[in-house]
Structure formats: C-alpha cells, structure tokens
C-alpha cells in the first residue's frame, strides 16, 4: 500500500514562506506523476502543483512565480512557497498518480495571516 505523508505546515504570515514535504513509501520515480493540490474550507480541492515522471512540472497560475515543486531525493517531493498570501490558507495535500489511481497523504494545513 502506498504512503504518502506530508509535513512542514504550519502558521506564517503574510509575505513568509513555507516548505512543505511529501515522503512516500516507495521510490517517487514509479509513479507517473507526484503533486500538491490543496483544498480551503468551504472549496473544492484544486491542482497547485504537478511534476512527472520526466521532471516536466506545470503550475496553477495562483502559484506561478511564487511556489517551486521539486523532488531532492528519490523518495520525497517538496512545494516550496514563497510570498504566500492569505488566500493560501488551506489543507495541502500530496499526490501519486499510478496507472490511473490516485494516492493521496493526509495533507499538512497552511495558515496565512494577514
């Protein structure tokens, strides 16, 4: 079974930064695809970042310019994020995606105070 678990959420301000980590159970390099999505109260769950298997990344565009996804060693997937702003408080989420099924971690909160 699949485990992902995120880390490196927490309470920052507005302009600060954050990065947050995924670790997973197996090498991130057999998955199709790794991401972070997030998801704020009263929202639906939205893409913010996704990297594949050959390293082509794409962003949403509240996140162009400001956060970076990347993966440091073969096991682990980091979003780091900088200027964050209020809007940017939510529960972020770690993705795998394997022949069409999706594995997600627990998700770390982000909280931006204004």
């Known amino acids: 079974q699949v485990q992902l678990l995120e880390s490196g959420g927490g309470l920052v301000q507005a302009g600060g930064s954050l990065r947050l980590s995924c670790a997973a159970s197996?090498?991130?390099?057999?998955?199709?695809?790794m991401g972070w999505y997030r998801q704020a109260p009263g929202k639906e769950r939205e893409l913010v970042a996704r990297i594949t298997v050959g390293g082509t990344t794409n962003y949403a565009d509240f996140a162009k310019g400001r956060f970076t996804i990347s993966r440091e060693n073969p096991n682990a997937v980091y979003l780091q994020m900088l200027g964050l702003k209020s809007e940017d408080t939510a529960v972020y989420y770690c993705?795998?995606?394997?022949?069409?099924?999706?594995?997600w971690g627990q998700g770390t909160q982000v909280t931006v105070s204004s």
């Open positions: 197996e090498s991130i390099y057999e998955f199709n695809s």
């Open positions: 993705d795998a995606n394997r022949l069409a099924r999706n594995y």
